[in-house]
Structure formats: structure tokens, C-alpha cells
């Protein structure tokens, strides 16, 4: 029920990355379940990770890998999210590492294992290792969507975005995957999130974009406010373009750079929105005339995980108190009702803190059919704001995480 989300884009090939998806049957028959990347070696590589502290096994080896050495392999599995599972998940994670470690000649922190799935189950490492030598056998710098299959859990379909762009006379790559469609409240980073570019970047200010853009894009989105055991994302420069190191973001290269970054991030970031579980409308929410920045972002964020305004959003119900509701109880110490004015695709609806005088209950009406809606939150009392993604909430999502386990 993928909201506006179009067919999976034709990423170009990225030099210095290879990668196979295979079928290992972790939960399901023929499904693309294990996806292994192969990077180039001394690629830049830069990680963000869930703040849960129930992290998964994968994350912890992750962290610790990502301080010891540059990585040369990532390994993904999904049906399994090998969380919640103690020293026995560690060592799960940490032989999937040694298993391909020993079949490349890589040494073991030179390899980042990642999970998602059910949590509290024992990995079936097993079966992840037993594909492992095949997908080495595998390896394509083409067909990024079975990539994108191979990563998929909940999700109706795969996740792509790509940008092109020209640094010191060549034309670079940024494009990568990601997948999520509930579970979702990144805090940090995302469900699992992996993008690549051929360009050279310092390690450094690559961490560095990859946190400011993640802010910017993962960090943005709510499905259900929940935020996952596992979320993981990583970004990877290659250097294999054979253009200079870009170090600086803020002027020439390096800002042609980082902006084609961020909209890649945030491509990726609405895709998973738009294929929410049991999504009908994509909902931005933006939230300006703040004082603060932070009293705009916990205002969008209200709103968005509002299960009372998310269901009237599912029902193209113009009950727009339930959104001022909201906004009262945000939190934002400096709120004066008196100043706030509120829009849905334009439709003026609260205007000095009441029922705007141009308001009728057709033009609400209008407003909230389309299956894309804006919803605008102006404060009145400032010049900051912020913008955050979410979805409705249907019967669908119900049934769909009712039913998750079988």
C-alpha cells in the first residue's frame, strides 16, 4: 500500500563496490534474505547507530569494529534481528564476521555484520554462513535491487536513490538503500540505511555529513514512534572516482557534494515513510514561528505520532482540533495560543488560535482527501522551524504487527 513510492531506480554501477543477495531461508523460502557488500580497500567508512540501549548484537560488534579498522565487507541479513539475545548473540554476530573474514583474507574487524527482524530469537547463524561463500562466487557492481529485496523485512517494496554529480571534471556517484516500514522513530540514524559513493572523502567529515544529514532526513521520520533495536546506517566512500579528497562541505565541491548527499539521504528516508505498514497518505509536518529550533521539532513530532490525529489523517477527517490539541500540549513554555495559525494543503483552519474566519467544513473536506498532506503549524512568535515525515494509521498497521510472528 506504498504511498506514491515508484518503482526502484536504475542505480549506476559505484566503483570499488561489489555485492550479491542471496537466499538463505532465515524465516522465509525464496526470499532474498543475505546481502553481502565487498568495498574497496581504504574506502572511507562512517557509521550511526540506534540509541536503544537493548541494541542489538550486530550494532555492538559494529561500534567496536568501526574504531579498530577500515572495513572491507558488510553482511546483512534480515528475518532476524539478533536482539535482545545476550553473549549468545554476540558470539552469533562475531562468527558470521570470522566466517568471512577467513573466506576473503580479511581480518575479522574488517567486517560489519547487521540484522534486522524478529527480536529475542537465536540468530540461525548457520544458514547465514552456509550462503556466505556463494555470494562471494556472486559478486556484481550491478543490480541494486536485489540489494534492495535482500535487505526488505515488513516492507512492499525495495528502497532505492541515486545522484549523479561532477567534482574536478568527472561525474560521481551517490546512491544507495535503505529499508523500514515500522518500527520507526530513528534516533540517531535509521531502520538500516547503506549509501555509497565512488568519491573521496576524508574519514572525518565523512562521520561528520553523515550525522548532519541523517538529522536531516532519517532523523525526521515517524511511523509509529518506536525506535528500533537495530537501526544502523553507513556510509561509504570509495575514493575510487580518482578525484581530490573532499574535506571541506561548505563551498565549491564539497557543497555540490553534500547537497546531492542530503537528497539522497532524504529520498531514501521518505521512501520508507511512503511505505509505512499500512499507509495511506504521506504526511509532512511542518512546524515554523518557534522560538527555538527544539520547541519546533517536539511540536512536528506531537503531531506526527499523535495516534488520535494520525487515525482522523487515515479517515480524511478534517478534525482539526485534535491537531491545536496537540500543539497545547507539545510542551513549548513560550506558547501563546492567541498567536498560532494552522493550514492542511493550504486550507487555512485555525487562524489567532480559533476556528479561522475562511474555514468551512468542504474546503477541510478537500484538504484532507489527497493521499499526500501538508500540514502547517505556524507558532507565531519566532523565526525557527522544522519539518518531520509520518504516515496515518490505518487497520492495515494493526493487523500487519498483530500478525508479524506468523
Known amino acids: ?29 525464496n526470499k532474498k534474505d543475505v546481502v553481502v557488500f565487498e568495498l574497496a580497500e581504504g574506502s572511507a567508512v562512517a557509521g550511526v547507530f540506534t540509541q536503544n540501549q537493548f ?43 570470522e566466517t568471512l573474514a577467513n573466506l576473503t583474507g580479511v581480518s575479522l574487524e574488517q567486517v560489519l555484520p547487521f540484522s534486522t527482524g524478529v527480536i529475542g530469537e537465536p540468530l540461525p547463524v548457520d544458514k547465514i554462513t552456509s550462503v556466505l561463500p556463494s555470494a562471494l562466487k556472486s559478486m556484481a557492481s550491478e543490480g541494486w535491487s536485489d540489494a534492495g529485496l535482500g535487505i526488505m523485512t515488513t516492507d512492499t517494496l525495495p528502497k532505492g536513490a541515486y545522484r549523479q554529480v561532477e567534482i574536478a571534471g568527472k561525474v560521481i556517484t551517490i546512491g544507495g538503500i535503505s529499508k523500514g516500514a515500522g518500527m520507526i522513530r530513528p534516533n540517531m540514524a535509521t531502520m538500516l540505511g547503506f549509501i555509497f559513493t565512488d568519491a573521496a572523502v576524508d574519514q572525518m567529515a565523512l562521520q561528520s555529513l553523515l550525522k548532519q544529514t541523517t538529522d536531516q532526513s532519517f532523523n525526521r521520520i515517524t511511523i509509529d514512534s518506536d525506535t528500533s533495536t537495530n537501526d544502523s546506517c553507513i556510509a561509504v566512500a570509495t575514493g575510487a572516482a580518482q578525484v581530490p579528497v573532499i574535506t571541506d562541505f561548505t563551498q565549491g565541491d564539497g557543497a555540490l557534494f553534500a547537497a546531492a548527499f542530503l537528497e539522497v539521504m532524504q529520498e531514501l528516508a521518505h521512501a520508507i ?11 509532512t509536518v511542518e512546524v515554523k514561528g518557534a522560538e527555538q529550533q527544539s520547541d519546533a521539532t517536539k511540536t512536528a513530532f506531537e503531531i506526527a505520532h499523535s495516534p488520535l490525529v494520525k487515525t482522523a489523517l487515515f479517515a480524511s477527517d478534517p478534525n482539526w482540533g485534535r491537531i491545536l490539541a496537540v500543539v497545547g500540549r507539545a510542551g513549548v513554555d513560550s506558547l501563546n495560543v492567541d498567536t498560532v495559525s494552522i493550514f492542511i494543503n493550504g486550507c487555512e483552519i485555525v487562524r489567532e488560535g480559533g476556528r479561522s474566519p475562511s474555514y468551512s467544513e468542504d474546503a477541510g473536506q478537500l484538504a484532507m482527501n489527497p493521499e499526500e498532506i501538508h500540514i502547517v503549524v505556524d507558532l507565531g512568535s519566532g523565526d525557527q522551524a522544522d519539518t518531520v515525515w509520518t504516515t496515518d494509521f490505518s487497520h492495515e498497521y494493526v493487523t500487519i504487527n498483530a500478525e508479524y510472528r506468523t
Open 1 to 29: 500500500m506504498a504511498v506514491g513510492l515508484g518503482s526502484f531506480p536504475v542505480i549506476p554501477s559505484i566503483s570499488g563496490v561489489r555485492f550479491a543477495a542471496m537466499e538463505a531461508g532465515i524465516k522465509k523460502a
Open 273 to 283: 515513510v511512503r511505505d509505512g505498514e499500512g499507509a495511506t497518505k504521506f504526511v
Open 55 to 97: 541494541c542489538a548484537a550486530p550494532v555492538r560488534v559494529c561500534r567496536e569494529h568501526l574504531a579498530k579498522a577500515k572495513p572491507r565487507f558488510l553482511v546483512i541479513n534480515t528475518g532476524n534481528a539478533n536482539a535482545g539475545t545476550g553473549k549468545s548473540g554476540l558470539q552469533n554476530a562475531l562468527h558470521t564476521c
